[in-house]
């Protein structure tokens, strides 16, 4: 079944099954990897997207509910917010093995989109349900301070 998807800007058209999760059609019908495979069952963040401006967990998430709906990704996010944290998490040396940090930078870039001047307890609880392997917890709630003053 086609279905035509606003992906970064642009409208795409996927053919793939009913119910296919939005992760599957951006990795493989669209060879857009960016977005991680952590768990499959929307408990660890390394999946997220914006839908809608939304941090959204594309493991779970329909492809074909998605008609009409904007989706920004990893490769398609940018605005100040994503910029400032782009350069907090390198100037804070928050990737350890990287594979959540897809997931926590659309996080953390809705987060400041949203409230530019989070205190420790927005934050925390922004970035709870994404799950970091290497437990750079702490190097990511000071690199989200540090965007915010940038931002």
Request: glycine share 10%.
């Amino acid at each position: 079944m086609a279905i035509t998807l606003k992906i970064n800007g642009k409208s795409v058209t996927v053919d793939a099954a009913p119910g296919t999760p939005l992760l599957w059609v951006l990795r493989d019908h669209l060879q857009m990897t960016g977005t991680k495979f952590g768990c499959g069952v929307a408990q660890c963040g390394a999946c997220t997207v914006h839908v809608d401006g939304q941090p959204t967990r594309a493991c779970i998430t329909p492809h074909d509910s998605l008609d009409g709906a904007k989706i920004t990704t990893i490769e398609g996010v940018e605005g100040g917010a994503a910029d400032a944290i782009r350069k907090a998490w390198i100037a804070n040396d928050v990737p350890q093995c990287g594979y959540c940090q897809s997931g926590q930078i659309m996080a953390a870039t809705a987060l400041l989109r949203d409230n530019p001047t989070p205190d420790d307890a927005a934050i925390d609880e922004a970035m709870s349900g994404n799950l970091c392997r290497c437990a750079t917890y702490m190097s990511i709630r000071r690199a989200i301070k540090e965007a915010a003053s940038m931002a």
